[in-house]
C-alpha cells in the first residue's frame, strides 16, 4: 500500500486559516462593508490562490457568522440587527455569568490559599492583553484594541479549563465586534468612547472577588449596548 503524504493537506489547511483570519480582520477594520457581495474567484485573485482554499475559508466564515453564502452569485458581507446586537449582548453575559459561577464554586473552598500558578501566570498574560486594549481604548484606536480584546478574552475564558466554552465566547465576541464597527466606524475620533476596563476585571478576579468582576462585566455589556443604540438611532 503506498504512503500518504499529509503535506499538502497541511499546506492548503494553513492557507486556508490565512485566508479566513484575512477576511476577518478586513470585516472587522471595516472594509468589507455589512452587505458586500463577493465571488470566490474575486478572493482567489486578490490574494493570489487557487479557488480552493478560499471557498474553504468563506465557508469557514459563514459557519462563524460572519458571511452569508448567495446561493450561485458568491458569498456576502452578513448585516446585524440592532436587535442581534441585544440578543449577543445577553447570550455573552450568560457565559460570563456561567464562568465567574465556576471561579466562584471552585475558590470558595480555599479562599485562603494562594492561586494556583497555572491561574496566577495564565491571569499575569491576559492582564498584559488588557493594559495594551487600555491603551488603544484611550487612543481611539479602533483596530488595535479589537485585536488585543478578542486576545484578552480568548485567554481569560482558557482559564476555565473548557476549550468548547472558550471559542464559544471567542465566536460570539467576533460578532459582537463585527456588529459594532459598522457603527463605530462612522465617528471620527473614539478617543474616551470605547471601554477600557480590562485590568479593573483582572484585578478582581486575582482578589478572587466574582462578584466586582461580575459587576464590571455587566458595567461593560450596558455600556456597549448604550453605545451602539446611541449610534444608531444616528
Given amino acids: 500500500m503506498p504512503g500518504i503524504s499529509g503535506t499538502g493537506a497541511v499546506t492548503r ?3 486556508r486559516q490565512q485566508i479566513a483570519d484575512a477576511l476577518r480582520d478586513e470585516v472587522l477594520a471595516g472594509r468589507l462593508q455589512p452587505g458586500q457581495a463577493f465571488t470566490v474567484k ?3 485573485d486578490q490574494y493570489g490562490v487557487s479557488a480552493t ?3 474553504e475559508a468563506l465557508v469557514d466564515l459563514s459557519a ?9 452569485r458568491g458569498f456576502r458581507v452578513r448585516e446585524y ?6 440578543e449577543m449582548i445577553e447570550a455573552r453575559g450568560l457565559v460570563t455569568d456561567g464562568m465567574f459561577r465556576v471561579l ?9 490559599d494562594p492561586l494556583e500558578p497555572r491561574v496566577a501566570t495564565t491571569l499575569a498574560g491576559v492582564r498584559r492583553r488588557g493594559e495594551e486594549a487600555q491603551r488603544a481604548a484611550g487612543a481611539g484606536d479602533l483596530t488595535v484594541l479589537i485585536g488585543y480584546d478578542l486576545r484578552f478574552w480568548r485567554e481569560l475564558a482558557l482559564l476555565f479549563g473548557n476549550p468548547y466554552l472558550a471559542d464559544f465566547l471567542h465566536r460570539l465576541r467576533v460578532q459582537t465586534w463585527v456588529c459594532a464597527v459598522q457603527h ?3 465617528l471620527g475620533d473614539l478617543r474616551g468612547v470605547l471601554w477600557c476596563g480590562h485590568t479593573e476585571l483582572v484585578d478582581a ?3 478572587r472577588d466574582t462578584s466586582a468582576a461580575h459587576a464590571v462585566v455587566t458595567a461593560y455589556n450596558a455600556h456597549s449596548l448604550a453605545l451602539v443604540e446611541r449610534l444608531a438611532a444616528g
Fill in 13 to 15: 489547511s494553513t492557507l
Fill in 42 to 44: 474575486e478572493i482567489a
Fill in 53 to 55: 482554499p478560499v471557498r
Fill in 64 to 72: 462563524q457568522g460572519l458571511l452569508e453564502a448567495d446561493q450561485h
Fill in 81 to 86: 440587527s440592532l436587535a442581534d446586537f441585544r
Fill in 104 to 112: 466562584h464554586e471552585g475558590w470558595h473552598e480555599a479562599l485562603r
Fill in 184 to 186: 463605530l466606524r462612522r
Fill in 205 to 207: 478576579l486575582v482578589k
